[in-house]
């Protein structure tokens, strides 16, 4: 169901971030061939969809804040009975408005005349080239055509702001619709999970177990993954973006999935590690309980004031205690930090921000920030133990990752994926027959 007043609510406080008199322009993600004539499954650009919720390609976005008015125009393409026989159906010209809120709109064959018209009155483009280079060609062009004119008073567009970096800022801050989405995407990707583990078998393919999530993403309602799944078993744990999901699952194998469906526009991101027969080894249960320990005690800290980067070095600290528990490293704790030795076995980042992309305003550090309410992001600690001759036989080729989604409240956290089974009792119990 589409929520306009949520959508004209970012707009407003997208407006108030603005400059005084300041265009902003927005322009979808093109569409790409797959082969021939067919296309991959089409993405909106992810900030032009949180402004405004429209989902199709060859889109303008236009925000125009001056002394007068605020202005939304959006610039889309027009209906057209033929192509939507074809292809689906559009919202036009029409729809652009009294669906999506614009305060105008205008064909996207006339996107040129358009912004001539505009762009020219503001001393400040927020714009994000190479998006599109098309896009990028017309907006510079534009400029240096309104510098040339000499205008004067000179008041030509003299500044290029990147609006990403504005609206990243505010999407980091989930709002109520947002959390109710996210939790709605979770609790799709944790019975696809819990679905996976119960009905792992050995001898099973891994794009067998692959299958079971998109069943049941797509059943319930999410029409695609939000990243490519990644189902390795045995070694293959141990590579972090194994995506090729094409062996045999052995008896003896670990299994580590690192899935999420994508609802409504909102990514699930989560990861579970289990025994290919339902019961860890003694060594897989070492190596399991030094992450599940790690991943516990990080998700305990998650409160609103506590800087990301401490919840990323305690994940540090205990997994490198593990690592020499395990005999995997020797040497002072404090030394094995400091010289980074723990790199060789875990070697990726504590955490991600989440949200209508699965590593969401990525050009906003999770690490260098403090927690607030409506925060959310994974905490996915792992081990990844390599078949090399210096590491004792049985840890061999072991790869661990726990993975869950975390929402910063006003007063602590809620584990978004609470509910999904991940201490070996409940693992072992949920495979047993
Ligand atoms: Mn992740």
New binding site residues.
Partial sequence: MYNGMEFAERRKRFFSHMESNSIAILTSNDTSTMSNDVEYYYRQNSDLYYLSGFKEPKTVLIFEKNDKEQKFTMVVPPRDPEFETWNGRRAGLEGAISIYGADESFSNEDLEEVLSEKLPNYETVYYETERSKKMDGIILGLIAKAYKAKRKPKTGPHTIINPTLVIEKMRTKKSAYEIELLKRTNQISIEAHRAAIRETRPGMMEYEIEAIYQYHFLKNGARRPAYTSIVGSGVNATILHYIENSDRVENGDLILA?CGSEYQYYAA?I?RTWPANGKFTEAQKEVYQIVLDAQNECIAMCRPGVKFSDIMDKSIRILTEGMVKLGLLQGDLDELIENKDYRRFFMHGL??WLGID??DTSRISLKESVLEPGHVF?I?PGLYIPTDDDIEEKYRGIGVRI?DNILITEDGHENLTASLEKEIPDIEKLMSP
Avoid: A, I, M, S
């Fill in positions: 690192d991101d990861t955490g991600h699965t590593h994974t996915e993975e």
